[in-house]
């Protein structure tokens, strides 16, 4: 299912990047999820998630991404301030 996402919550700090951030909120009945399970839904072809880019107005899709030996979600090729992920509201 695709489902869009709407607010994220953020761990400790630095929040200088995507993988800051521990939860994200989907439209629908799935609610408030952890990043893991996420993760998990999105590398099995259960759901995927996106963001609206509110330049563009397109759907921009959340990528599984790692960076040492942790996976984190983003939505784009680089890890920016600017990712339209963590640019959204915390919940």
Known sequence: MSRQVTCIKKGSPPYNDCACITHIGAW???GVIAREDAIRRIERGIDTFWV???ETGVP???QVA?????KYLRT???D?????????PEY
């Open 80 to 88: 920016t301030v600017s990712d339209n992920l963590i640019s959204l």
């Open 52 to 54: 609206l880019d509110p």
């Open 66 to 70: 790692v960076k040492g030996n942790i």
């Open 28 to 30: 629908g009945d799935l």
């Open 76 to 78: 784009r090729d680089f």
């Open 60 to 62: 921009a899709e959340l």
